[in-house]
């Protein structure tokens, strides 16, 4: 395997900027490779099953430098603060001359390796966190990921959860959204492939503080650019009101009965039978148990009774089979099982009173279908989720920090995933509010600009 790549911010000069490559047996700043383009440097962090990213120009002068298969790779500041660590998964060459070549590298970070597991078991009764901590850490075969920062035993006590060949990154999504009962929920990996799944007033408060204040500012202070600014406040996913279509379970035994005529040889059935979860159905002419079997087209029936669907109107009808018509006057009775959705509605009465006076009362209405629902108890739970996910506002905040040389007061150390501290005189905003999204883009010489999206 090739050696892994150490991208340093803030290194020295070079000859494309101040990023350099580092060896990985020499002490932090001694650039022994070529720069990095510092104008192509893109990082994502982000919180979600996304998982971070970070795409970067190498100016290879030199044919120097070795890249291999998903090759471990590690970018920081010059105060060793880092700001992305994962693996390349994706190598582009461009040779503009025999003694230099572009490498530009997509590189991604741990969650990769939960996107490409599938994870196949059923819950019940179990905390959300012991849920989330059992996927990636028994992971069969083991997939890599710790979960020290995901205590056992938090969150509520979940009913029923079932995976069902799902990718494990995308269950873990679909469990924070479950778990968003009052608090939202939200997971990521950090730096040392460790599981973060969380709620917002767990998130570690970063000792960055953004302001429209004019500098000269306190150390930990930074000025962001206005025209980069907004604040929004978000009604348009309210539900006050949420329905959730679950899968199937079985009812109760169910007996019909019908009359003979001494003629009527078929007769239908109310509703589907559950063949395959209960059983053939058990049926009885005149007080006497029959036989009974699952007809099939073209077979000749060898039980005194069949059960079978129509093929014309999808109907399922019970018919005699080496049996007679039953006479006139004579009871035929079937008793079975046939499959009930599940089926729940929660409302959130608070955000309905508060929204009365609107033209529909203050009645938003959502619909959830999830198969995976098996349980009245599951499905009320997941109505729970959606009315806390989605009866309060969203806030969402886009703000962009003005160019600063990397390291510089600590900004190094942000990163999403912490809570951050927003002041905005203007619209007589100061609030805390969750980094969902850092995004650093390399401007010129050692200078970066931080693109944060903030949610709340």
Same mark, same amino acid.
């Given at each position: 395997?090739?050696?892994?790549?150490?991208?340093?911010?803030?290194?020295?000069?070079?000859?494309?900027?101040?990023?350099?490559?580092?060896?990985?047996?020499?002490?932090?700043?001694?650039?022994?490779?070529?720069?990095?383009?510092?104008?192509?440097?893109?990082? !994502?962090?982000?919180?979600?099953? @996304?998982?971070?990213?970070?795409?970067? @120009?190498?100016?290879?002068?030199?044919?120097?430098?070795?890249?291999?298969?998903?090759?471990?790779?590690?970018?920081?500041?010059?105060? %060793?603060?880092?700001?992305?660590?994962?693996?390349?998964?994706?190598?582009?060459?461009?040779?503009?001359?025999?003694? =230099?070549?572009?490498?530009?590298?997509?590189?991604?970070?741990?969650?990769?390796? *939960?996107?490409? @597991?599938?994870?196949?078991?059923?819950?019940?009764?179990?905390? &959300?966190?012991?849920?989330?901590?059992?996927?990636?850490?028994?992971?069969?075969?083991?997939?890599?990921?710790?979960?020290?920062?995901? +205590?056992?035993?938090?969150?509520?006590?979940? +009913?029923?959860?079932?995976?069902?060949?799902?990718?494990?990154?995308?269950?873990?999504?679909?469990?924070?959204?479950?778990?968003?009962?009052?608090?939202?929920?939200?997971?990521?990996? $950090?730096?040392?492939?460790?599981?973060?799944?969380?709620?917002?007033?767990?998130?570690?408060?970063?000792?960055?503080?953004?302001?429209?204040?004019?500098?000269?500012? +306190?150390?930990?202070?930074?000025?962001?650019?206005?025209?980069?600014?907004?604040? =929004?406040?978000?009604?348009?996913?309210?539900?006050?009101?949420?329905?959730?279509?679950?899968?199937?379970?079985?009812?109760?035994?169910?007996?019909?009965?019908?009359?003979?005529?001494?003629?009527?040889?078929?007769?239908?059935?109310?509703?589907?039978? $559950?063949?395959?979860?209960?059983?053939? +159905?058990?049926?009885?002419?005149?007080?006497?148990?029959?036989?009974?079997?699952?007809?099939?087209?073209?077979? /000749?029936?060898?039980?005194?009774?069949?059960?079978?669907?129509?093929?014309?109107?999808? /109907?399922? &009808?019970?018919?005699?089979?080496?049996?007679?018509?039953?006479?006139?006057?004579?009871?035929?009775?079937?008793?079975?099982?046939? !499959?009930?959705?599940?089926?729940?509605?929660?409302?959130? %009465? $608070?955000?309905?009173? #508060?929204?009365?006076?609107?033209?529909?009362?203050?009645?938003?209405? @959502?619909?959830?279908?999830?198969?995976?629902?098996?349980?009245?108890? #599951?499905?009320?739970?997941?109505?729970?989720? =959606?009315?806390?996910?989605?009866?309060?506002?969203?806030?969402?905040?886009?703000?962009?920090?003005? !160019?600063?040389?990397?390291?510089?007061?600590?900004?190094?150390?942000?990163?999403?995933?912490?809570?951050?501290? *927003?002041?905005?005189?203007?619209?007589?905003?100061?609030?805390?509010?969750?980094?969902?999204?850092?995004?650093?883009?390399?401007?010129?010489?050692?200078?970066?600009?931080?693109?944060?999206?903030?949610?709340?």
């Amino acid at each position: 395997m090739a050696p892994p790549l150490t991208i340093m911010l803030g290194g020295g000069a070079g000859t494309k900027g101040a990023a350099r490559l580092v060896g990985p047996n020499s002490a932090l700043g001694a650039a022994i490779g070529p720069a990095v383009e510092v104008d192509s440097l893109e990082i !994502d962090q982000v919180v979600s099953r @996304r998982g971070s990213t970070a795409k970067l @120009r190498l100016i290879d002068v030199g044919n120097q430098i070795t890249v291999g298969r998903y090759s471990p790779i590690r970018i920081s500041d010059d105060q %060793n603060n880092t700001l992305f660590k994962g693996w390349v998964a994706l190598t582009h060459y461009e040779v503009p001359s025999p003694n =230099e070549r572009t490498i530009d590298l997509t590189c991604v970070d741990a969650t990769v390796f *939960l996107m490409s @597991r599938l994870h196949n078991k059923v819950y019940q009764n179990a905390y &959300v966190t012991d849920i989330a901590r059992d996927m990636v850490l028994n992971a069969n075969p083991p997939v890599g990921i710790t979960a020290n920062n995901t +205590p056992p035993g938090q969150g509520y006590l979940i +009913p029923y959860f079932r995976i069902s060949h799902g990718a494990i990154a995308t269950e873990l999504t679909r469990l924070a959204k479950l778990a968003s009962v009052g608090l939202v929920w939200d997971w990521y990996l $950090d730096w040392n492939a460790d599981l973060h799944f969380f709620y917002a007033d767990q998130a570690p408060l970063s000792a960055v503080v953004l302001t429209d204040q004019e500098p000269p500012l +306190p150390p930990g202070w930074y000025w962001y650019d206005r025209d980069s600014f907004t604040y =929004e406040v978000d009604d348009t996913q309210l539900g006050t009101q949420v329905t959730v279509r679950g899968g199937t379970y079985l009812s109760n035994p169910y007996l019909q009965t019908w009359v003979g005529n001494g003629q009527q040889t078929s007769f239908p059935l109310d509703y589907p039978p $559950d063949i395959q979860g209960a059983g053939l +159905p058990t049926v009885t002419v005149g007080g006497v148990s029959q036989t009974v079997a699952q007809g099939q087209q073209g077979v /000749t029936p060898t039980t005194q009774w069949v059960v079978s669907q129509a093929v014309d109107s999808n /109907t399922w &009808v019970l018919s005699v089979g080496t049996a007679s018509a039953p006479g006139s006057g004579v009871v035929i009775q079937a008793s079975y099982q046939f !499959d009930l959705p599940v089926l729940v509605k929660a409302k959130n %009465n $608070d955000q309905v009173a #508060a929204l009365t006076n609107l033209p529909n009362q203050g009645f938003f209405d @959502r619909y959830v279908a999830d198969t995976t629902l098996v349980s009245s108890p #599951a499905a009320h739970a997941r109505a729970l989720a =959606e009315l806390g996910a989605y009866a309060q506002s969203y806030i969402n905040v886009h703000v962009e920090v003005q !160019d600063v040389a990397t390291g510089a007061g600590g900004i190094g150390t942000l990163i999403a995933g912490q809570k951050l501290r *927003l002041i905005n005189s203007q619209l007589g905003v100061d609030t805390t509010l969750l980094v969902v999204k850092n995004a650093i883009k390399g401007t010129h010489a050692n200078f970066y600009r931080y693109c944060l999206d903030l949610q709340g």
